[in-house]
């Protein structure tokens, strides 16, 4: 009985600190890999809808970002959802584990950009970077009912349509028809789905 209320306890601890970095409500749950971080310190940056599992980790950049999940969503482990500019997932969305869905570079195309950037972060700390320097970032859109299979890539600027499946091991880089199937790399549609 100890072990369970101590588990207990540390669970209402993690949620009651994750309520100042997200915004959801008490239907919403956080798996036993669940992480949000939040680097902007801003819980309006990350709106998650009801009855949605939270098994990955989700990460808006100091300089800002957000992310959006609908109703009735499934983000498996060891998923990443990092935003600088904007993630919007639809409701009835299952992610499965291994996937990485980041809507910027990540880094400054120009070398000497990128140094620098590189420096303050090594001597001031990732946390306090607050200015976004030259990173290309764009939109993503995962409309509902779509099912992305795990260790997939979703990389900036992409509109994955409404029931659409993206098959294991796929990185989308172009739009993704309604109630298709894509795969590969870069991944293709390859069928209709009824």
Sequence with gaps: MRLFSRFFKKKLTR????????????????GWAGIITNFANDPKAIIIGKNTVINGELIINPYGGKIIIGDFCYIGH??????????????????????????NNAHELNSMERKTSLRKILIEGYENLKQRG????????????????????????????????????????KNVPPYTLAVGNPAKVIKTIN
Excluded: M, P
């Design 134 to 173: 030259n990173i290309l970032g764009k939109h993503i859109i995962i409309e509902d009912e779509v099912w992305i299979n795990f260790n997939c890539i979703i990389l900036k600027g992409v509109k994955i349509g409404r029931g659409a499946i993206i098959g294991a091991g796929s990185v989308v880089t």
């Design 15 to 30: 949620e009651q600190e994750y309520k100042n970095r997200a915004i959801y409500d008490s239907s919403v749950s956080f």
């Design 78 to 103: 060891n998923t990443r959802v990092q935003s600088d500019t904007q993630i919007s997932i639809g409701n009835d969305v299952q992610i499965s584990y291994n996937v990485s869905i980041i809507d």
